[in-house]
């Protein structure tokens, strides 16, 4: 006795997305670069997986004056599927932190900017929308695109430079 259709094909659907998970760090191929670089901090930082502050040297920062232009780019160095993206600053109100922060964490001045988020389409950079607000970590969430690099944009920089410690960017 054979196999009815409905037996042949269980266990045959659609395949499942893959978990998602940080496409920026470092140990997976990316590389970021920086419009200006004038604190002295490792901008490699940004991508080294570590939420959690320990001190003024592990976050990094870069001079904007306030002014709007400067920013952040990280380099996947192949095309990735993403649907989230974190940025997360340094707090002003604690730099030495009391651990890894969360959404909803009051970042004091050091936090209180002004940062628009790009993807790379393959010929310009496309808005993902901004966000202006003094909360810790800024978190950007959309429907998946297909990319190989993300660009963050400071539109205004309250303590005059931009200091943080980490950049996420989830997908596969």
């Known amino acids: ?42 901008k490699g930082n940004l991508i080294d997986g570590d939420r959690t502050p320990n001190g003024a040297f592990s976050t990094y920062g870069f001079q904007s004056n306030g002014s709007s232009g400067q920013w952040v780019e990280i380099d996947f160095g192949t095309s990735r599927t993403i649907s989230e993206i974190n940025f997360i600053s340094a707090n002003g109100n604690n730099i030495n932190g009391s651990g890894e922060p969360t959404l909803s964490t ?56 931009l200091y943080a410690l980490e950049f996420e960017v989830w997908g596969y």
């Open 1 to 42: 006795m054979g196999l009815g259709h409905q037996q042949l094909m269980m266990g045959y659907g659609a395949a499942a997305a893959p978990d998602p998970f940080n496409v920026a760090l470092a140990a997976n191929g990316s590389t970021i670069t920086v419009s200006a670089d004038s604190l002295g901090a490792n």
């Open 106 to 161: 009051d970042g004091g001045f050091a936090s209180d900017n002004d940062l628009e988020m790009f993807y790379w389409n393959g010929s310009s950079w496309v808005s993902l929308g901004n966000i202006d607000n003094s909360l810790q970590w800024k978190q950007w969430t959309f429907t998946e695109v297909s990319t190989d690099k993300v660009r963050l944009e400071a539109i205004s920089v309250v303590a005059g430079a």
